[in-house]
């Protein structure tokens, strides 16, 4: 009789410890998931912020060098074609070079972070 007590004991102290090892990783993935949708939000946040400003800063930047181009070539129409070639030249490198440039970068941050066992 002894030995089926013994058994049975057992299997509740199995079952105990089970049912404490689901908790405690249900527990952990739930926290694992809030850190990284909160350093998602954080990241869009914080890249909306300093995207809008770096934005409204190349906008004037742009409109101050086709004043600028105005003055050197004479005439309005060149100033504006030349910013304009100018910037699709800047955006079809960085089309070009968007995976080492970007993708790249975007994976190496997220697995960090997802990965991190802090």
Do not use: C
Not at 47 to 56: D, P, R
């Amino acid at each position: 009789m002894s030995l089926l007590k013994n058994i049975n004991k057992t299997s509740r102290q199995i079952a105990k410890s089970s049912e404490d090892y689901l908790n405690a990783t249900k527990e952990y993935v739930e926290l694992k998931t809030f850190q990284q949708i909160s350093k998602v939000f954080i990241l869009l946040f914080k890249s909306f912020i300093i995207g809008s400003l770096l934005l409204f800063g190349l906008i004037l930047l742009i409109i101050e060098s086709v004043f600028l181009l105005e003055e050197i070539l004479g005439s309005i129409h060149y100033a504006l074609l030349l910013s304009a070639g100018v910037l699709f030249l800047i955006t079809a490198l960085i089309y070009i070079f968007r995976k080492p440039l970007i993708e790249g970068r975007v994976i190496r941050m997220v697995s960090k972070t997802f990965f991190s066992t802090e």
